[in-house]
C-alpha cells in the first residue's frame, strides 16, 4: 500500500508562486511514477505535471509548460510541484497521484495511488 499527502496548497495573488509537496509513504516509493492532476469542480481531472521515477523523462500540460516544474527528491520520497507566474484560471484543487506501473503517465486512469488533494486559488 502507497500513501499520498499533499501539502503546500494556499491562496496568492496571479503572477505569484506556490510550491506544493506530496509525501509518500509505503512500499517502494522511489520507484514509482508520480503526476499532478487538477480538477475543478463539475469538471474532469485534468493532467498537469508527471515524472518517471528514474528521473530520465519529465511530462507537462501545455496549459503549464514553461511556468509549473516538477521534480522528485527520491531521498525524501518526495514530490514537488512549482507553480510560477499563476494564473486565475489555475485555481483548483491539485492531487498528486503515483503508480509504479503506469502505461501512460498523462492519463488518470494510469495511477492506482492518490492524495486528499490540496486547494490552490489565485486572486486577481
Known amino acids: 500500500q502507497v500513501e499520498l499527502v499533499e501539502s503546500g496548497g494556499g491562496l496568492v495573488q496571479a503572477g505569484g508562486s506556490l510550491r506544493l509537496s506530496c509525501a509518500i509513504s509505503g512500499r517502494t516509493p522511489s520507484l514509482h511514477n508520480t503526476g499532478w492532476f487538477r480538477q475543478a469542480p463539475g469538471k474532469e481531472r485534468e493532467f498537469v505535471a508527471a515524472a518517471r521515477w528514474s528521473g530520465t523523462a519529465t511530462f507537462y500540460a501545455d496549459s503549464v509548460k514553461g511556468r509549473f516544474t516538477i521534480s522528485r527528491d527520491n531521498a525524501k520520497n518526495t514530490v514537488y510541484l512549482q507553480m510560477n507566474s499563476l494564473r486565475l484560471e489555475d485555481t483548483t484543487v491539485y492531487y498528486c497521484?503515483?503508480?509504479?506501473?503506469?502505461?501512460?503517465?498523462?492519463?488518470?486512469?494510469?495511477?492506482?495511488?492518490w492524495g486528499q488533494g490540496t486547494q490552490v486559488t489565485v486572486s486577481a
Open positions: 497521484a503515483a503508480d509504479r506501473y503506469t502505461s501512460d503517465l498523462v492519463l488518470s486512469e494510469s495511477y492506482r495511488y
